[in-house]
Protein backbone atom coordinates (compact mmCIF):
# COMPACT_ATOMS: atom_id res chain seq x y z
CA UNK A 1 0.00 0.00 0.00
CA UNK A 2 1.01 3.48 -0.37
CA UNK A 3 0.32 5.13 2.93
CA UNK A 4 0.42 9.21 3.52
CA UNK A 5 1.66 10.81 6.38
CA UNK A 6 -0.20 14.24 7.59
CA UNK A 7 2.34 15.43 9.86
CA UNK A 8 3.93 18.75 9.70
CA UNK A 9 7.57 17.73 11.21
CA UNK A 10 8.68 14.32 9.95
CA UNK A 11 10.92 13.91 12.78
CA UNK A 12 8.28 13.61 15.59
CA UNK A 13 7.97 10.40 17.42
CA UNK A 14 4.72 9.35 16.33
CA UNK A 15 4.81 10.24 12.69
CA UNK A 16 8.55 8.31 12.96
CA UNK A 17 6.92 5.44 14.49
CA UNK A 18 4.38 4.94 12.54
CA UNK A 19 6.71 5.55 9.27
CA UNK A 20 8.80 2.51 10.78
CA UNK A 21 5.34 0.27 11.45
CA UNK A 22 3.78 0.79 8.15
CA UNK A 23 7.48 0.01 6.26
CA UNK A 24 8.27 -2.88 8.22
CA UNK A 25 5.15 -4.32 6.75
CA UNK A 26 6.30 -3.29 3.39
CA UNK A 27 3.96 -0.50 2.81
CA UNK A 28 5.32 2.18 1.07
CA UNK A 29 5.19 5.71 3.01
CA UNK A 30 5.46 9.55 2.07
CA UNK A 31 5.57 11.86 5.02
CA UNK A 32 4.09 15.12 3.98
CA UNK A 33 3.92 18.49 5.51
CA UNK A 34 -0.55 19.47 5.21
CA UNK A 35 0.42 23.11 5.46
CA UNK A 36 2.44 22.59 2.16
CA UNK A 37 -0.59 21.02 0.68
CA UNK A 38 -2.63 22.76 -2.37
CA UNK A 39 -6.11 21.95 -3.08
CA UNK A 40 -8.11 22.13 -6.44
CA UNK A 41 -11.88 21.55 -6.43
CA UNK A 42 -13.85 21.44 -9.45
CA UNK A 43 -16.49 19.15 -10.60
CA UNK A 44 -16.05 15.54 -10.19
CA UNK A 45 -12.25 15.86 -10.28
CA UNK A 46 -11.10 16.54 -6.67
CA UNK A 47 -7.05 17.12 -6.93
CA UNK A 48 -4.36 17.40 -4.16
CA UNK A 49 -0.82 19.24 -4.97
CA UNK A 50 2.40 19.31 -2.77
CA UNK A 51 3.79 21.83 -4.49
CA UNK A 52 3.72 21.73 -7.84
CA UNK A 53 3.21 17.73 -7.75
CA UNK A 54 -0.33 16.35 -7.62
CA UNK A 55 -0.79 13.79 -5.11
CA UNK A 56 -1.83 10.11 -6.74
CA UNK A 57 -2.46 6.52 -5.86
CA UNK A 58 -2.53 7.01 -2.32
CA UNK A 59 -4.14 3.67 -0.66
CA UNK A 60 -4.71 5.24 2.70
CA UNK A 61 -3.70 8.60 4.99
CA UNK A 62 -2.94 8.55 8.38
CA UNK A 63 -3.80 12.50 9.63
CA UNK A 64 -1.56 13.46 12.72
CA UNK A 65 -2.94 17.21 12.77
CA UNK A 66 -1.87 19.62 15.69
CA UNK A 67 -4.19 22.04 17.20
CA UNK A 68 -2.07 25.06 15.00
CA UNK A 69 -3.80 23.98 11.74
CA UNK A 70 -7.11 21.88 12.94
CA UNK A 71 -9.29 23.43 10.24
CA UNK A 72 -6.85 23.44 7.16
CA UNK A 73 -5.70 20.50 8.35
CA UNK A 74 -9.71 18.69 8.04
CA UNK A 75 -9.71 20.66 4.61
CA UNK A 76 -6.66 18.34 3.45
CA UNK A 77 -7.84 14.80 4.74
CA UNK A 78 -11.81 15.99 3.17
CA UNK A 79 -10.11 16.16 -0.04
CA UNK A 80 -8.43 12.94 0.56
CA UNK A 81 -11.75 11.77 1.48
CA UNK A 82 -13.43 12.92 -1.96
CA UNK A 83 -10.62 11.58 -3.90
CA UNK A 84 -11.57 8.14 -2.16
CA UNK A 85 -8.71 7.48 0.29
CA UNK A 86 -9.32 5.35 3.30
CA UNK A 87 -8.04 7.86 6.53
CA UNK A 88 -7.70 6.54 9.86
CA UNK A 89 -9.14 9.73 10.91
CA UNK A 90 -12.37 11.83 9.22
CA UNK A 91 -12.38 15.42 9.15
CA UNK A 92 -15.80 15.88 10.43
CA UNK A 93 -14.60 13.74 14.02
CA UNK A 94 -10.74 15.80 14.03
CA UNK A 95 -12.83 19.29 14.07
CA UNK A 96 -15.66 17.92 16.66
CA UNK A 97 -13.25 16.57 18.72
CA UNK A 98 -10.92 19.45 18.54
CA UNK A 99 -13.99 21.59 19.90
CA UNK A 100 -14.05 20.67 23.55
CA UNK A 101 -17.30 21.85 23.69
CA UNK A 102 -18.89 19.73 20.69
CA UNK A 103 -17.21 16.98 22.41
CA UNK A 104 -18.69 17.23 25.80
CA UNK A 105 -21.99 17.54 23.71
CA UNK A 106 -21.89 14.76 22.02
CA UNK A 107 -20.69 12.50 24.89
CA UNK A 108 -23.14 14.05 27.22
CA UNK A 109 -26.16 13.45 24.91
CA UNK A 110 -25.21 9.64 25.41
CA UNK A 111 -25.02 9.51 28.32
CA UNK A 112 -21.62 9.01 29.26
CA UNK A 113 -20.77 10.89 32.14
CA UNK A 114 -18.50 13.86 31.89
CA UNK A 115 -17.05 16.85 34.54
CA UNK A 116 -20.01 19.32 34.63
CA UNK A 117 -18.91 21.88 32.16
CA UNK A 118 -20.52 25.55 30.76
CA UNK A 119 -20.13 27.90 28.45
CA UNK A 120 -21.39 32.09 28.33
CA UNK A 121 -21.27 33.94 24.97
CA UNK A 122 -20.03 37.17 26.74
CA UNK A 123 -19.25 37.78 30.57
CA UNK A 124 -22.72 39.29 31.49
CA UNK A 125 -23.85 35.40 32.34
CA UNK A 126 -20.26 34.05 33.03
CA UNK A 127 -21.44 34.16 37.19
CA UNK A 128 -24.57 32.56 36.49
CA UNK A 129 -22.87 29.69 34.81
CA UNK A 130 -20.18 29.79 37.00
CA UNK A 131 -22.86 29.19 40.10
CA UNK A 132 -24.54 26.43 37.76
CA UNK A 133 -21.13 24.07 37.97
CA UNK A 134 -19.51 25.37 41.12
CA UNK A 135 -19.36 27.27 44.60
CA UNK A 136 -15.28 27.67 44.61
CA UNK A 137 -12.73 26.04 42.89
CA UNK A 138 -13.56 25.25 39.26
CA UNK A 139 -11.04 24.38 35.56
CA UNK A 140 -11.46 27.37 32.88
CA UNK A 141 -10.13 26.06 29.71
CA UNK A 142 -9.55 26.90 26.20
CA UNK A 143 -12.35 25.47 23.34
CA UNK A 144 -8.93 23.89 21.75
CA UNK A 145 -6.23 23.49 24.39
CA UNK A 146 -3.64 21.27 23.81
CA UNK A 147 -0.82 19.74 25.93
CA UNK A 148 -2.54 21.48 28.84
CA UNK A 149 -1.98 25.11 27.68
CA UNK A 150 -4.69 26.95 28.72
CA UNK A 151 -6.05 24.80 30.85
CA UNK A 152 -6.43 26.88 34.21
CA UNK A 153 -7.49 26.08 37.72
CA UNK A 154 -9.14 29.12 39.61
CA UNK A 155 -8.88 29.24 43.14
CA UNK A 156 -12.40 31.17 43.58
CA UNK A 157 -15.01 32.12 41.89
CA UNK A 158 -14.18 35.93 41.40
CA UNK A 159 -10.48 34.14 39.97
CA UNK A 160 -12.54 31.64 37.97
CA UNK A 161 -15.05 35.12 36.86
CA UNK A 162 -11.10 37.56 36.08
CA UNK A 163 -10.07 34.53 33.92
CA UNK A 164 -12.69 34.16 31.89
CA UNK A 165 -13.47 37.95 31.35
CA UNK A 166 -9.80 38.32 30.44
CA UNK A 167 -9.77 35.38 28.04
CA UNK A 168 -13.13 37.14 26.05
CA UNK A 169 -11.24 40.57 26.39
CA UNK A 170 -8.48 38.38 23.51
CA UNK A 171 -11.37 36.97 21.84
CA UNK A 172 -10.87 33.51 22.91
CA UNK A 173 -13.92 31.08 24.13
CA UNK A 174 -13.51 29.81 27.47
CA UNK A 175 -15.11 26.45 29.03
CA UNK A 176 -16.37 27.07 32.82
CA UNK A 177 -15.68 23.08 34.30
CA UNK A 178 -16.28 21.70 37.34
CA UNK A 179 -13.04 20.57 39.13
CA UNK A 180 -12.07 16.97 40.10
CA UNK A 181 -10.47 17.06 42.94
CA UNK A 182 -10.61 13.83 43.61
CA UNK A 183 -8.25 12.68 40.60
CA UNK A 184 -5.23 14.40 42.55
CA UNK A 185 -3.55 15.21 39.59
CA UNK A 186 -3.77 11.57 37.39
CA UNK A 187 -5.61 10.99 34.74
CA UNK A 188 -5.79 8.19 32.24
CA UNK A 189 -5.20 8.18 29.02
CA UNK A 190 -7.19 5.10 27.04
CA UNK A 191 -5.99 4.45 23.26
CA UNK A 192 -8.06 3.22 21.37
CA UNK A 193 -7.45 1.33 18.10
CA UNK A 194 -10.54 0.07 16.01
CA UNK A 195 -13.06 -0.51 19.01
CA UNK A 196 -10.38 -2.00 20.88
CA UNK A 197 -8.11 -0.71 24.35
CA UNK A 198 -4.65 -0.90 22.58
CA UNK A 199 -3.04 0.50 25.90
CA UNK A 200 -4.00 2.03 29.13
CA UNK A 201 -1.72 4.04 31.40
CA UNK A 202 -2.14 6.58 34.53
CA UNK A 203 -0.69 10.03 34.20
CA UNK A 204 0.28 11.58 37.80
CA UNK A 205 1.35 15.47 37.21
CA UNK A 206 4.32 16.85 38.81
CA UNK A 207 3.52 18.23 42.33
CA UNK A 208 1.68 21.41 42.94
CA UNK A 209 0.39 20.71 39.29
CA UNK A 210 -3.06 19.52 38.38
CA UNK A 211 -2.42 19.11 34.60
CA UNK A 212 -1.21 15.72 34.09
CA UNK A 213 -0.26 16.21 30.16
CA UNK A 214 2.92 14.35 29.57
CA UNK A 215 3.98 17.80 27.75
CA UNK A 216 3.80 19.68 31.39
CA UNK A 217 6.33 17.14 32.98
CA UNK A 218 4.10 14.06 34.17
CA UNK A 219 5.11 10.78 34.42
CA UNK A 220 3.30 7.60 33.35
CA UNK A 221 2.98 3.78 34.26
CA UNK A 222 0.53 1.14 32.53
CA UNK A 223 -2.50 0.41 34.28
CA UNK A 224 -5.37 -2.36 33.67
CA UNK A 225 -8.50 -0.33 32.87
CA UNK A 226 -11.84 -1.34 35.00
CA UNK A 227 -14.77 -2.93 32.84
CA UNK A 228 -16.72 0.01 33.30
CA UNK A 229 -13.30 2.23 31.97
CA UNK A 230 -12.51 -0.03 28.56
CA UNK A 231 -16.41 0.36 28.19
CA UNK A 232 -16.58 4.07 28.39
CA UNK A 233 -13.10 4.64 26.43
CA UNK A 234 -14.26 2.93 23.36
CA UNK A 235 -17.83 3.81 23.03
CA UNK A 236 -16.44 7.74 23.69
CA UNK A 237 -14.49 6.65 20.72
CA UNK A 238 -16.62 5.29 18.56
CA UNK A 239 -19.43 8.58 19.66
CA UNK A 240 -16.97 11.07 18.15
CA UNK A 241 -16.39 8.77 14.40
CA UNK A 242 -12.56 7.82 15.84
CA UNK A 243 -11.39 4.48 15.25
CA UNK A 244 -7.56 5.72 16.34
CA UNK A 245 -8.48 7.82 19.32
CA UNK A 246 -6.95 9.02 22.94
CA UNK A 247 -9.47 8.88 25.10
CA UNK A 248 -8.83 10.46 28.55
CA UNK A 249 -10.68 9.65 31.76
CA UNK A 250 -10.62 11.23 35.50
CA UNK A 251 -11.46 9.07 38.58
CA UNK A 252 -14.08 10.52 40.74
CA UNK A 253 -15.84 9.66 43.62
CA UNK A 254 -18.80 9.31 41.60
CA UNK A 255 -17.04 7.25 38.71
CA UNK A 256 -15.26 7.41 35.66
CA UNK A 257 -15.56 10.66 33.57
CA UNK A 258 -14.62 11.16 30.33
CA UNK A 259 -12.21 14.53 29.58
CA UNK A 260 -11.72 14.40 26.05
CA UNK A 261 -11.06 12.46 23.00
CA UNK A 262 -7.89 13.00 21.04
CA UNK A 263 -8.09 12.60 17.19
CA UNK A 264 -4.12 12.92 17.37
CA UNK A 265 -3.20 11.51 20.17
CA UNK A 266 0.89 10.98 20.38
CA UNK A 267 2.37 7.36 20.53
CA UNK A 268 5.33 8.09 22.74
CA UNK A 269 4.31 8.55 26.05
CA UNK A 270 1.98 5.47 25.51
CA UNK A 271 4.42 3.17 23.46
CA UNK A 272 7.13 4.27 26.35
CA UNK A 273 5.10 3.31 29.16
CA UNK A 274 2.68 0.56 28.02
CA UNK A 275 5.73 -1.41 25.35
CA UNK A 276 2.99 -2.08 23.13
CA UNK A 277 3.65 -1.62 19.68
CA UNK A 278 0.53 1.18 18.78
CA UNK A 279 1.35 2.18 15.54
CA UNK A 280 1.76 -1.26 14.69
CA UNK A 281 -2.03 -1.84 15.82
CA UNK A 282 -2.71 1.32 13.60
CA UNK A 283 -1.18 0.03 10.76
CA UNK A 284 -2.97 -3.76 11.16
CA UNK A 285 -5.97 -1.81 11.47
CA UNK A 286 -5.55 -0.13 8.33
CA UNK A 287 -4.74 -3.22 6.55
CA UNK A 288 -8.12 -4.88 7.77
CA UNK A 289 -9.90 -2.02 6.63
CA UNK A 290 -8.78 -1.90 3.16
CA UNK A 291 -9.34 -5.68 2.71
CA UNK A 292 -13.13 -5.01 4.02
CA UNK A 293 -13.49 -2.14 1.43
CA UNK A 294 -12.02 -4.59 -1.40
CA UNK A 295 -13.95 -7.43 -0.49
CA UNK A 296 -16.96 -5.04 -0.45
CA UNK A 297 -16.30 -3.60 -3.78
CA UNK A 298 -15.86 -7.11 -5.30
CA UNK A 299 -19.35 -8.06 -4.27
CA UNK A 300 -20.77 -4.76 -5.48
CA UNK A 301 -19.57 -5.76 -8.77
CA UNK A 302 -19.93 -9.18 -8.49
CA UNK A 303 -24.31 -8.10 -7.62
CA UNK A 304 -24.03 -5.39 -10.54
CA UNK A 305 -22.96 -7.16 -13.44
N1 LIG B 1 -12.13 19.39 35.25
C1 LIG B 1 -10.94 18.94 35.60
N2 LIG B 1 -10.71 18.44 36.84
C2 LIG B 1 -9.50 17.96 37.19
N3 LIG B 1 -8.43 17.97 36.37
C3 LIG B 1 -8.60 18.44 35.11
C4 LIG B 1 -9.86 18.95 34.66
N4 LIG B 1 -9.72 19.36 33.40
C5 LIG B 1 -8.45 19.13 33.05
N5 LIG B 1 -7.76 18.58 34.08
C6 LIG B 1 -6.34 18.18 34.04
O1 LIG B 1 -5.69 18.97 33.07
C7 LIG B 1 -5.23 18.15 31.98
C8 LIG B 1 -5.44 18.87 30.65
O2 LIG B 1 -6.82 19.10 30.43
P1 LIG B 1 -7.54 18.73 29.06
O3 LIG B 1 -8.95 19.16 29.18
O4 LIG B 1 -7.28 17.32 28.71
O5 LIG B 1 -6.81 19.72 28.03
P2 LIG B 1 -5.69 19.44 26.91
O6 LIG B 1 -6.46 19.13 25.68
O7 LIG B 1 -4.95 20.71 26.80
O8 LIG B 1 -4.88 18.25 27.32
C9 LIG B 1 -5.99 16.85 32.09
O9 LIG B 1 -5.26 15.77 31.56
C10 LIG B 1 -6.21 16.72 33.59
O10 LIG B 1 -5.07 16.17 34.23
MG1 LIG C 1 -5.92 16.30 27.37
Known amino acids: MKILI ?3 NATLYSTQSLQRAAESRGHQVQVIDHLMCSLVIE ?3 PALFLGYEPLSGVDAVIPRIGASATEYGAAVIRQLELMGVFTTVCSESLMQARNKLHCMQILSRHGIDVPKTGISAGDTCAGMVYDQITRD ?20 RSQGLSLVEGFHRVGADVLIQEFIQDARGSDIRA ?5 KIAGAM ?16 ASA ?5 SEEERYLAVRSAELLGLPVAGVDILRSSRGPLVLEVNASPGLEGIEAATG ?3 AGKIIEYIERA ?3 EATIGKGQSVKTT
Open 137 to 156: KAVVKLLASTQGLGVILAQT
Open 221 to 225: RSIEL
Open 202 to 217: LRQALPGEFRSNIHRG
Open 6 to 8: LSR
Open 290 to 292: KCE
Open 276 to 278: ADI
Open 191 to 195: FVVDG
Open 43 to 45: RNR
